[in-house]
């Protein structure tokens, strides 16, 4: 690594967490995916040791951005400079590979996601959590039913002559109609392309209906790599569909090039607690407040033992006093 300066963004999301180390052009040197497997601290900690062993630790961070349902917990923990939600990273980090980018197709492990974006700017989204059709996690599920690695998901999909049609309104009518369509003698080719061109379908009708969907079109998140949804896309749509080389880091990419943006616009030192962050020892725990009708669950984070963070009150009765 010649330069001495880089920029850290972490993905903190329910299946992966995410790092990306950018270089002071913002470009991609260093990336690690983890599973979080329900354990975000841990994963966390594990993410910045590795990372460290990685590198030459003696280099500086300039500055740290975090992002995915467990941004917050991340910021507190590494000293981020900017915490910022999924739909900004994402955007972000297509239109500086693709500045011409109009929409963004996301489907990661266990939700997904469409950003229509114009001159550069989010200008309109929907998220799906709800139906786990089409996610990572349930192509992974029917790849492990039907005997084949994920890793083959998608060259088997290529491979099919004629994709049979399969229902993919929903996780449960396209599974139990894949096993029927076994049971009628198609072969494993068909029925997985038939269940790509299914799970697009579902996105369309979904996630994306009613949103303007104009080329340039990125597909990014785990599932992109996936050779035939993408080709399902681009058969749907009739655009091409871009995948970018770095598809799986996208939002950690994002927040290390916001983090940088604020960092150098402010010219402000960084807080970056540190590669020794992998040392310390945190806890979070919650409580229920009773002070009022809302019941509010209060989230406690612990450094050391030491009260770092607290978050998820609707007032200001659980806020930390500032140290003097």
């Known amino acids: 690594m010649l330069d001495s300066e880089y920029y850290l963004g972490i993905d903190v999301g329910s299946v992966s967490v995410d790092f990306a180390l950018l270089n002071k052009d913002h470009k991609l040197v260093e990336k690690i995916y ?34 995915g349902s467990g941004r917050k917990l991340a910021g507190v923990m590494v000293g981020a400079d900017i915490i910022k939600n999924e739909i900004t990273t994402h955007a972000v980090a ?4 693709i500045p011409e980018v109009k929409t963004i197709l996301e489907i990661g492990g266990q939700d997904s996601k469409i950003i229509i974006i114009r001159d550069g700017i989010a200008v309109d989204f929907a998220m799906n959590t709800v139906c786990a059709a089409g996610t990572g996690s349930f192509l992974e599920q029917q790849a492990r039913r039907l005997g084949i690695k994920i890793e083959n998901f998608g060259d088997l ?24 369509k076994q049971q009628l003698g198609y072969n494993t ?11 697009v379908r579902n996105y369309l009708n979904n996630v994306a209906k009613g949103k303007d969907i104009k080329a340039p079109i990125v597909f990014q998140g785990g599932v992109a790599a ?16 871009n995948v970018p080389k770095e598809y799986d880091v996208m939002g950690a990419i994002g927040a290390a090039i916001l983090g940088a943006e604020k960092i150098d616009f402010s010219n402000q030192k960084s807080s970056f607690k540190g590669f020794e962050l992998s040392d310390f020892n945190y806890k979070a725990d919650s ?11 209060i989230v406690n984070i612990y450094q050391n033992g030491q009260l770092i963070a607290r978050w998820g009150a609707r007032c200001n009765r659980w806020e930390l006093k500032e140290s003097s």
């Not at 449960?172 to 096993?179: K, L, N, R």
């Not at 996936?226 to 569909?241: C, M, R, S, T, Y």
């Not at 409580?287 to 669950?297: K, L, Q």
């Open 34 to 67: 983890l599973k979080t497997e329900g354990k975000p601290i841990k994963v966390i900690k594990d993410g910045i040791n590795i990372l460290k062993n990685r590198i030459n630790n003696k280099i500086k961070i300039k500055a740290v951005g975090t992002t």
């Open 94 to 97: 297509a239109a500086k590979i």
């Open 157 to 180: 999909a290529l491979e099919a002559k004629e994709a049979v049609r399969i229902a993919g309104r929903c996780s449960v009518f396209a599974e139990s109609d894949m096993i029927h």
């Open 189 to 199: 080719p068909e029925i997985i392309a038939g269940l790509s061109e299914a799970l």
């Open 226 to 241: 996936n050779k035939g949804i993408k080709a399902a896309f681009a058969k749907e749509l009739n655009e091409k569909i």
């Open 287 to 297: 409580f229920i407040c009773d002070g009022c009708a809302n019941g509010c669950e």
